[in-house]
């Protein structure tokens, strides 16, 4: 008993703040979602047409579709990338001091703001911009491409940029348990390349795949800056549309959108954790 | 394992990842110091520390200095929280206790909500409880949901691999609780919590979303710069962009030479 005790003490900092910025946070902004509101003030109540105008409203059927296909494009996109950086730094690369070297340049652009990577596009992709300017000089094209700056392919550019790494380390992290024994035994067994890597590599990385994809497809889910920023607001997600409707002071709305979200991102998590058992690696 | 070809396009590909991580930052590190006539692109129109001066004058680019500092003080009011709480929390989880399993689950939940959802939270919670929002208070508290877990994590798999031999044979030797913690598992795991220390401070110093609805009145420099992105189209803005990653690296840099230093000293002994 008196080891329970020593345990809660020292697990109470933690419980406690998760208490008051987490859990009461996410019990007032259910509860403000039934709120009723004007243009000045929020109106405690109990009503449904926040959630009705959500639902009701096929500017929000049309944002969750664009989200869903930004976090299906990203996370293709992120796990092909991810999955090859990852089995390069542990099966190709020898040596464990040259391992670490690499695997840490991968992971120190990850010390720089997110905001700042993302400006950094800008004298890139612009009209006038490196890419342009290197295409029109090489006489590839003859007019600048307008796509590639406030679009949505400067989004999608702008997440893989962000996020891959989140897809690199915990896949990397599974293939370094990986026992090189198996993949001996099934090299000598007569497997080739592509067979190793489909029966033996890729089930025992699935935990990484799945915590990896976690990741990505929550932060691409509930992303708002990375939409506005390259699609120069001519692209929409959900997270934008919430945070529009902060800045109209429409809380509860943006409350009840909020809920919603939530609900959809917990249920594609939950669907990701049936899929794959996790438990092993944390 | 791939053939020479494999292994070659493997190589290639992880070059060609590499640039593309680090070419765009580069890129605006080298625009930041783009000439004074000079514009967002290149080319560089001359070579001047202009924009960089620009920055300290209060009605070019707001409150550079003050949100700056802001950041910093802030940076390490969360550093040092989550290093005491995940460090407690860590201890606390090497054994079962009623609850565990829950207080894990909740901070697994901190670390994967989207984070406008927490900070939406946050301010509304602020709001109805008629209390200010603050980047010393709820902005604080919100980056700690973002910055915990982290600590936990990284805490857990530390106290996986702890040999406890060590801790028993001091208690053994007569030693309290504490002071077996003290002498023996603290210096053990000493490395792991710098870790939590220079996550906890990058974490914080370049979080945006969960601070933007909670920050109150004054902003810290992730969002002075997401301020900037829709107003500023002068260089000024990769000004701003490169000295704030210098500040990071410069943070990071003089912990890792502390801890390299400490080690040597270690190992010298």
Redo the contacts between chains.
């Keep these: 008993m008196r080891?329970?005790v020593?345990?809660?003490?020292?697990?109470a900092?933690?419980?406690l703040?998760?208490a008051?910025?987490?859990?009461?946070?996410?019990f007032?902004?259910v509860v403000?979602s039934f709120y009723d509101y004007d243009s000045v003030r929020?109106i405690p109540d109990f009503v449904f047409t926040n959630y009705i105008e959500v639902f009701g409203s096929m500017v929000t059927w049309r944002t969750y579709a664009k989200t869903f296909s930004f976090a299906a494009t990203v996370w293709v996109i992120t796990l092909l990338?991810g999955f090859?950086?990852a089995?390069?730094?542990a099966?190709?690369i020898e040596g464990t001091g040259k391992r670490t070297l690499?695997f840490l340049?991968?992971t120190i652009?990850?010390?720089?703001?997110?905001?700042?990577?993302?400006?950094?596009?800008?004298?890139?992709l612009?009209r006038?911009?490196?890419l342009n300017?290197a295409l029109v000089g090489s006489g590839a094209i003859d007019q600048p491409l307008e796509f590639l700056l406030f679009s949505d392919f400067a989004v999608i550019l702008a997440f893989v940029?962000l996020y891959?790494l989140f897809m690199v380390v915990p896949i990397f992290n599974t293939m370094m348990r990986i026992d090189r024994r198996l993949?001996e035994a099934a090299?000598d067994a007569g497997a080739g390349?592509w067979r190793?890597l489909w029966h033996v590599i890729l089930p025992l990385c699935k935990p990484g795949i799945a915590i990896g994809s976690?990741?990505v497809i929550?932060l691409v889910?509930?992303?708002?800056?990375t939409v506005r920023?390259m699609s120069g607001g001519q692209s929409a997600s959900v997270?934008l549309m919430?945070?529009n409707q902060?800045s109209l002071l429409q809380?509860p709305a943006?409350?009840a959108n909020?809920v919603v979200?939530?609900a959809v991102?917990l249920m594609m998590?939950a669907a990701i954790l049936r899929v794959v058992d996790i438990r092993k690696e944390? | 394992m791939p053939g020479r070809l494999g292994r070659m396009l493997l190589t290639v590909l992880f070059v060609a990842f590499v640039l593309f991580l680090y070419g765009p930052t580069l890129t605006i590190i080298v625009l930041s110091f783009q000439g004074e006539n000079g514009g967002l692109t290149f080319p560089m129109n001359g070579v001047s520390v202009h924009w960089f001066g620009r920055l300290f004058e209060q009605q070019a680019v707001g409150d550079f200095g003050a949100s700056i500092s802001r950041s910093l003080l802030l940076a390490a009011m969360v550093t040092a929280t989550t290093v005491v709480v995940s460090l407690a929390a860590g201890m606390a989880f090497r054994r079962r206790f009623p609850g565990s399993a829950w207080l894990f689950y909740l901070t697994i939940a901190s670390l994967i909500l989207p984070s406008l959802l927490v900070g939406l939270g946050i301010g509304l919670a602020f709001n109805r409880a008629e209390i200010d929002t603050n980047w010393w208070s709820s902005a604080f508290g919100a980056q700690l949901t973002w910055t915990l877990p982290f600590g936990l994590l990284i805490m857990l798999a530390v106290f996986n691999r702890f040999d406890r031999a060590w801790e028993e044979a001091a208690r053994d030797l007569g030693a309290s609780p504490w002071k077996s913690f003290w002498h023996v598992v603290l210096p053990i795991v000493a490395p792991s919590v710098i870790g939590i220390a220079l996550f906890g401070f990058t974490l914080s110093f370049d979080e945006f979303a969960r601070t933007l609805l909670t920050a109150g009145v004054d902003n810290t420099l992730p969002l002075e710069i997401l301020g900037m992105t829709t107003t500023v189209t002068t260089p000024v803005l990769y000004a701003l962009g490169t000295a704030s990653t210098a500040l990071s690296f410069a943070v990071i840099g003089v912990a890792l030479l502390a801890l390299w230093r400490a080690k040597a000293r270690r190992e010298a002994r």
Excluded: E, K, Q
């Design positions: 080891g329970a020593t345990s809660w003490l020292l697990a900092p933690l419980a703040v998760l008051v910025f987490l859990v009461v946070p996410l007032v902004l403000v929020l990338i090859w950086i089995y390069y730094l099966f190709v690499l340049i991968c652009p990850f010390w720089t703001s997110n905001l700042i990577r993302m400006i950094a596009w800008v004298p890139f612009g006038n911009g490196l300017r940029h891959t993949i090299v390349f190793v976690i990741f929550v889910m509930g992303d708002f800056a920023l997270g919430i945070s902060i809380y943006a409350a909020a979200l939530l991102v998590v944390l």
